[in-house]
């Protein structure tokens, strides 16, 4: 498939996410993940929260990333923000999130277009890293963008049981590859993201 190259990003303020753009990314998310629990009006709920009770700097503020074909989203990422703690050292990162691609759309660079406006926010100094979950079919896609496996362990010391693994896919990743990261556990300070 040949690759869409005049795909316009949309930046949405996840703290002022419209109830028309929170349901047509719940529609593709639960198009991509057709899960019985995850219905449209609940991933259009979590679409409106992901920017709630965020205080930070603007230029912090979470955010999602769209882009459109006919009026109909196609491609998502967004961004949570979180300092975490690895080890003894404190980071400020962009906790990169429900990243998708309409399943008919693969294949056209519609992915790293969609993730490329996250990076560029660690690229610019606005993050320390990016940091997200992800699974072994999707690790060769991020390896492409310059991100890495991280083999800390996860907690949520906030949890009710704050040993437990607070993410649902097996891998993590960070971005960039090539600054130092440090050793030991990394506390979410949260739940998964």
């Known amino acids: ?7 316009e990003i949309e930046t949405l303020d ?19 993940w057709p899960k019985l629990e995850k219905p449209v009006e ?15 700097p603007d230029i912090q503020a979470p955010r999602s990333f769209v882009i459109r074909e006919n009026g109909i989203v196609i491609a998502h990422a967004a961004f949570v923000t979180r300092t ?6 404190e980071l400020t990162i962009a906790g990169l999130t429900r990243v998708c691609t309409d399943p008919s759309k693969r294949g056209m660079g519609l992915g790293e277009k969609i993730v490329r406006p996250v990076l ?18 999707v690790v060769p896609f991020y390896e ?11 907690v949520n010391s906030l949890a009710v049981d704050p040993r437990a693994y607070p993410f649902w896919d097996e891998l993590q990743m960070r971005y960039p590859a090539d600054r ?3 050793e030991g556990v990394i506390d979410l300070r949260g739940p998964g993201f």
């Open 120 to 137: 560029d926010l660690v690229d610019q100094g606005v993050f320390d890293f990016s940091y997200f979950q992800t699974t072994p079919q």
């Open 84 to 89: 975490i703690l690895v080890g003894s050292q």
């Open 14 to 32: 996840a703290r002022q996410l419209s109830a028309q753009d929170a349901r047509a990314i719940a529609e593709l998310l639960v198009k991509v």
């Open 1 to 7: 498939m040949a690759e869409i190259e005049t795909a």
């Open 180 to 182: 130092p990261w440090p």
């Open 42 to 56: 609940v991933r259009e709920r979590q679409m409106r929260e992901l920017g709630q009770g965020y205080s930070g």
């Open 144 to 154: 492409r963008l310059a991100a890495v496996l991280t083999t800390n362990r996860v």
